[in-house]
Every structure is written in C-alpha cells, then in structure tokens.
C-alpha cells in the first residue's frame, strides 16, 4: 500500500520505505561461459564492486564481467576486443543498445586494479601448493621449486620501447621491445608461484630476487648454471632452502679437493669471494654471508643418445650422501628441464610469447591474466589426476585447454541446473584423465623447422621509409651471353 494523495507523498519514503533502486540491465550468468568452470577455484568475491574507486560504479563493464572477457581472449588467443564487445552485445538484456565499438571494454580493461589480479594469481599458486599430494614431492618429504627465465615480446610502440626497450643489435624502427622475466615453478603441481620482470638490463640473477619470497623452508631449488653464485646459495640457506645447480662453467671442478664421498662425489669448503664483482646482484646482502660455505660437488655422465652434454657437475648443499644420493640428485636435475615444458605452455600454447597490448601498465595486466589462466588450467589438471589417480604428467595442459574451451558451452547451457552441471564436471574431469600423454622416456627430437617461411624481403628499415618492395626476381643481373 502507497500513499495516492500528493499531500502527503514527502511521507511515503518514511513510513513505507523508499522504493528500491532500478537495477542496471545486467548480461547473463557467466560472461564467455567460464566462470562455471573455473569458479570454484576463485575467493568469492574477490571481483565484486569497491566501495570507492574506479571500480565502485554500477557499470556495463563491471570488474568481474571485465576480468571473464580479459580471461576469455587469453584462453582464445586469436579473439580481439572487437569480438569480446559482441559476446557482451549478445548476453545484453537490456533495453537500450550497446555502442559497437571497442572504447568502452579497453577502458574498463585499463580500470581493473592490477592488485586485485595479483591476489587472485597468489591465491591460485597457494590452492596448487596446498593440494600436492605426499607422493608428489621429491624423495617423499620436500618440495621442489625450480628457477629459470625467458623473454618475451609485445608491439612496438614508443611507451613499451622505454620500458622495454629493444636489443642494441637491432636497427631503430625494426625491432620489437623485449621484456626480460624470471620465474618460479612448482615441479609437484606445475604451477606458476611467483614471477618477476624486467628489461634486457635486468639479469636473471637479479630478477631472481623477486621470486624468492615464494621459497619455504625445506624447499629444494633446482637451478641451471647461470644461477650457481656464491651469493644466491648463501642467501637460499639463510632461508632454509637447499639447491641443486649445474656448476658455473668459470669455477672450477676441483674434484681433487675438499673430502671424498663417493665416486664423482665430493664435498668441497667454497670460501667468500674478497670483493664484490662488478653488478653484482647479491651485494647488499654481502655482509650477512658467511666466510665459507660447505658444498658437495657430484659429477655424472649423460649416455642418452642424442643429449648435447656428456659430463654433468652439480653443486648442491644437500651434503648427506646418504639421504640424497649422487643418482638421486641426477635425476632431480634431469627433471629440472620440466620447466622448459611449462614456458612452451604458456609462450606456444597459450601464446603468450607475443603480448598484445599497446602500453606498459596493460602489458603487466595481460602477463598477470596469462599467469592466472595457466594456474586456473592447473586446477582443473589437478583436481582431474587426483579424482582418477593418474599421474599428472600424464595429462596434456594442451588437450585441457581444448576440453575447457568446449565445455564450456555446455556448462553455460546448464546453468540454473546443479545436477546437470555436476554430470558435466565429473565427465570433464574423466575426459582428461583418460586422455593420456603416451610414455616416451629419453625422447630425442631435434629442435628444428620442417616448413621453409615464405620468401618474403627483410624489413631492415622503418616501414613509413620502406614504401616499395621489389620482387627479388626482378632485376636480375644479366647474363654474360646476353640471355636472361
């Protein structure tokens, strides 16, 4: 009942309440159908509206429908944000018409807090780690966390080459900005724990020191050479955590020294260098090292036809032979190339060697959404190979990829349907497990290209400079005979 008399109608709101507030015309559930598949992995409420802010309005382009269509054109690469707008077009429920461009979604792209995302990837890293089972981990009892890095490229324009900017090797206007990164994976659950970035001043040494918050005590580090510092070891045992890396190639085997414990295995007294090396990344923790360190150096040889290197030296501080065998520790370095397989999924895969957006805060944005839907894929992974009791290298990140894409459909025509969609999880989860990666111990295929590129000129100046590219046919050098 309402007040119909206009004598009184400053009374309404008073007695009967004020009327509730027209709601903005919303899209339906689940923007590109992922958050069916993805959702239970997510904090609740990790995307809804601020109280203040950028990200408080009531908008077409909220923070959590902007996150699910980011997501969703990094898991379809090829869709750009013309298509996302016309996903959004057609889950529109509301009377008035949407604008057909795409300034509105790049907009509210540039809006989403890139701490938000942050926390939602920490949350990601954290739910794999507290989910790997005891026969996951190295020897029954420790975590292995492996360190490595890559590079990456994106569209060159004048605000990614000042933050990234190109190889000097590089003519101006022909090179693309390449960002430097270092990263910390899991070798239990493969997932993406920490990264850190850079330029190509930035050595990985020095990115290095961005990850390290994501070690624990215990944890065991696999490394490759370009890791095997003085600095870096000590810095790991002041946090509990032991390494496994290749020798650095400029010190020397010393094989002859320190105490033997074992054939190829021997313990060795690394002294404190006198000065600190020039950029040196590890100098401000200098003074906290110790004068000496205790290393064991095991060597081993490599008879898999078709490997590169025939002799392997580690130096490691797992100094109890035996608790750790020298084999042992050969096998776990031999996994450590595991990683490489974790950045071909993300940078081929995914597609990720190529970044797409045109400044340097979106380019960090576009690396967090790539991080979080590797670790989202991961989940689903996960929870596949523990649900079946497979083996987790076992299933392809690739075929998951493809089984989420599809599925998701199904999963969107389920929606208001909890019975249905718990079918369609369970046969999702079957799926992947049943679809096995064959056993292929000490694959050897060459790292080479069978299809030739085509035969187009080299763009060896800036494009607006180079208007006309001749065929290399034709102004061919005349015959001496005359004939062409």
């Known amino acids: 009942m309402g007040l119909k008399t206009p004598f009184f109608s400053a009374f309404g709101p008073l007695l009967f309440g004020r009327?509730?507030?027209?709601?903005?015309?919303?899209?339906?559930?689940?923007?590109?159908?992922?958050?069916?598949?993805?959702?239970?992995?997510?904090?609740?409420?990790?995307?809804?509206?601020?109280?203040?802010?950028?990200?408080?309005?009531?908008?077409?382009?909220?923070?959590?429908?902007?996150?699910?269509?980011?997501?969703?054109?990094?898991?379809?690469?090829?869709?750009?944000?013309?298509?996302?707008?016309?996903?959004?077009?057609?889950?529109?429920?509301?009377?008035?018409?949407?604008?057909?461009?795409?300034?509105?979604?790049?907009?509210?792209?540039?809006r989403l807090p890139l701490?938000?995302?942050?926390?939602?990837?920490?949350?990601?890293?954290?739910?794999?780690?507290?989910?790997?089972?005891?026969?996951?981990?190295?020897?029954?009892?420790?975590?292995?966390?492996?360190?490595?890095?890559?590079?990456?490229?994106?569209?060159?324009?004048?605000?990614?080459?000042?933050?990234?900017?190109?190889?000097?090797?590089?003519?101006?206007?022909?090179?693309?900005?390449?960002?430097?990164?270092?990263?910390?994976?899991?070798m239990g659950s493969g997932a993406l724990l920490r990264y850190a970035f850079g330029n190509k001043h930035d050595q990985e040494n020095h990115l290095a020191r961005g990850v390290l918050d994501a070690l624990e005590k215990d944890d065991v580090l696999p490394a490759d050479r370009g890791f095997c510092s003085y600095g870096?070891?000590?810095?790991?045992?002041?946090?509990?955590?032991d390494c496994v890396m290749r020798l650095h190639h400029r010190r020397p085997h010393a094989m002859q020294q320190g105490t033997p414990l074992g054939d190829g295995d021997r313990l060795v007294e690394w002294t404190r260098p006198p000065a600190p090396r020039r950029n040196d990344p590890w100098a401000a923790e200098r003074p906290t090292?110790?004068?000496?360190?205790?290393?064991?150096?095991?060597?081993?040889?490599?008879?898999?036809?078709?490997?590169?290197?025939?002799?392997?030296?580690?130096?490691?501080?797992?100094?109890?032979a035996n608790q750790y065998p020298a084999q042992a520790l050969a096998d776990l370095y031999r996994a450590r190339w595991s990683v490489e397989l974790r950045y071909r999924e993300i940078k081929t895969t995914m597609e990720a060697d190529v970044l797409r957006c045109k400044s340097p805060a979106m380019i960090q944005k576009e690396l967090c959404l790539h991080a979080i839907a590797y670790n989202l894929l991961r989940c689903v992974m996960q929870q596949a190979a523990q649900r079946h009791d497979v083996g987790l290298g076992r299933i392809s990140f690739k075929g998951t990829l493809a089984a989420v894409r599809h599925f998701a459909d199904a999963f969107h025509a389920a929606r208001g349907k909890p019975r249905r969609q718990r079918q369609l999880s369970e046969q999702l989860l079957g799926i992947l497990a049943r679809d096995t990666l064959p056993l292929r111990p000490d694959r050897h295929?060459?790292?080479?290209?069978?299809?030739?590129?085509?035969?187009?000129?080299?763009?060896?100046?800036?494009?607006?400079?180079?208007?006309?590219i001749p065929h290399k046919n034709r102004h061919r050098a005349a015959d001496p005979a005359g004939l062409n």
Request: hydrophobic share 45%.
């Open 19 to 110: 009327r509730a507030h027209r709601k903005l015309p919303v899209m339906e559930e689940d923007l590109g159908q992922l958050q069916s598949v993805f959702g239970e992995h997510l904090p609740k409420g990790a995307l809804a509206p601020a109280m203040s802010g950028a990200t408080s309005r009531r908008r077409v382009f909220s923070a959590e429908v902007t996150f699910w269509a980011f997501l969703f054109q990094v898991l379809w690469p090829a869709c750009a944000c013309r298509e996302v707008v016309r996903k959004v077009q057609a889950c529109w429920r509301g009377r008035k018409t949407l604008a057909a461009g795409s300034a509105a979604y790049c907009m509210a792209r540039a």
């Open 115 to 186: 701490a938000v995302l942050e926390k939602l990837f920490a949350t990601l890293a954290a739910t794999l780690e507290r989910r790997i089972l005891e026969g996951e981990r190295w020897l029954g009892e420790r975590r292995v966390k492996i360190l490595d890095g890559t590079g990456l490229s994106m569209p060159d324009t004048a605000a990614n080459q000042q933050r990234w900017p190109q190889p000097g090797g590089q003519k101006p206007g022909c090179g693309f900005p390449v960002l430097r990164m270092a990263a910390l994976f899991c």
């Open 232 to 241: 870096l070891i000590g810095v790991l045992l002041a946090r509990g955590t």
């Open 289 to 320: 090292l110790p004068a000496s360190l205790a290393v064991r150096l095991v060597t081993f040889r490599v008879e898999v036809p078709g490997f590169r290197t025939e002799a392997v030296t580690l130096a490691t501080t797992l100094l109890d």
């Open 445 to 468: 295929e060459p790292r080479a290209r069978k299809r030739r590129p085509k035969q187009y000129q080299l763009l060896n100046q800036p494009r607006c400079l180079m208007r006309a």
